[in-house]
């Protein structure tokens, strides 16, 4: 069974650009996290994706901006890139047959550094 | 709001020896905690999840326990061998359904 699958694995951009990440779940996984890793602020919930309906968002700005198609593959979008929007950016995937007990498993990551 | 903390931030050990991560949460009310493990550069690999209801879990030489009245839980590695180098990560899942993370236990097992 294949893992979660995110593009692209690393990207540069300038500031002020925007930027799109892919993250494909693992097949039959209806959710979908999405995480921003930076070594100050450790691991952070950017927002997770049910259904193609959000279902939980953390404390960003509204630069930060996702969505789910309904073959459950989630799409992150940053607008007007900062500096400290630097970071690797992980996807997550679980089953979600309930909430709350569902392990969630993680892609490899996109590195993003905003010059 | 729940807080996450991990202790020690750094540990070296001689290969072979079994060890203990430690991990505490402020708020009991979870609905579960799991262990990651992350290598340099790379995504995570989920090593355990223990339900609230659970007080342990095993996976080969790993045993995570939880201990919600305490708000700890602990990952106890067993035999440890040079490829357990990594950063090991805790979460708890929080009453909103998000995962609030530590900050990680950067472990060298010396050959």
């Known amino acids: 069974k294949a893992g979660v699958t995110q593009t692209p694995r690393y990207l540069i951009k300038t500031r002020g650009q925007q930027v799109t990440l892919s993250c494909s779940p693992i097949?039959?996984?209806?959710?979908v996290s999405w995480y921003q890793q930076t070594p100050g602020q450790g691991l952070q919930f950017l927002f997770e994706y049910f259904s193609e309906t959000q279902r939980n968002k953390g404390n960003f700005p509204g630069r930060f901006s996702g969505r789910q198609f309904s073959n459950s593959r989630s799409e992150m979008n940053v607008s007007t890139l900062e500096l400290g929007d630097s970071a690797l950016y992980l996807c997550?995937?679980?089953?979600?047959?309930?909430?709350?007990?569902?392990?969630?498993?993680f892609g490899p990551g996109t590195r993003l550094t905003v010059l | 709001k729940q807080e996450v903390t991990q202790i020690p931030a750094a540990l070296s050990v001689p290969e072979g020896e079994n060890l203990v991560l430690n991990c505490s949460f402020t708020d009991s009310a979870i609905y579960n905690l799991q262990w990651f493990r992350q290598d340099p550069g790379k995504g995570l690999t989920s090593l355990l999840l223990?339900?609230?209801s659970q007080r342990e879990q095993t996976s080969g030489r790993l045993n995570a326990s939880l201990d919600k009245s305490s708000g700890r839980s602990t990952l106890y590695i067993a035999a440890s061998q040079p490829g357990d180098s990594a950063t090991y990560l805790c979460?708890?899942?929080?009453?909103?359904?998000?995962?609030?993370w530590g900050a990680g236990t950067k472990l060298i097992i010396k050959p």
């Open positions: 223990i339900q609230s």
């Open positions: 979460a708890a899942q929080d009453s909103n359904y998000q995962l609030i």
């Open positions: 097949s039959g996984h209806r959710s």
């Open positions: 997550a995937s679980s089953l979600e047959a309930a909430r709350g007990i569902n392990e969630q498993f």
